[in-house]
């Protein structure tokens, strides 16, 4: 599953400067929680770290069957 690497390399691209954003692990073993990851999206689009487009199309893919 790619869904976490996504939202973590748009934290980590908007993050600039010295601050260091760690990336999530992409780790097939591991399940998500679609709930949780769709609140961390949340949070990140309304921090102005994901535009709308990002953020509708990470949604889509969590929501996927």
Known sequence: MRRRATAGAAAKRSAG????????????????????ELKELAELREQGLLTEEEFAAEKRKLLEP
């Open 17 to 36: 400067g010295g601050e260091q954003v760690p990336e999530a692990h992409d780790d097939a073993s591991a399940e998500t929680d679609p709930v949780k």
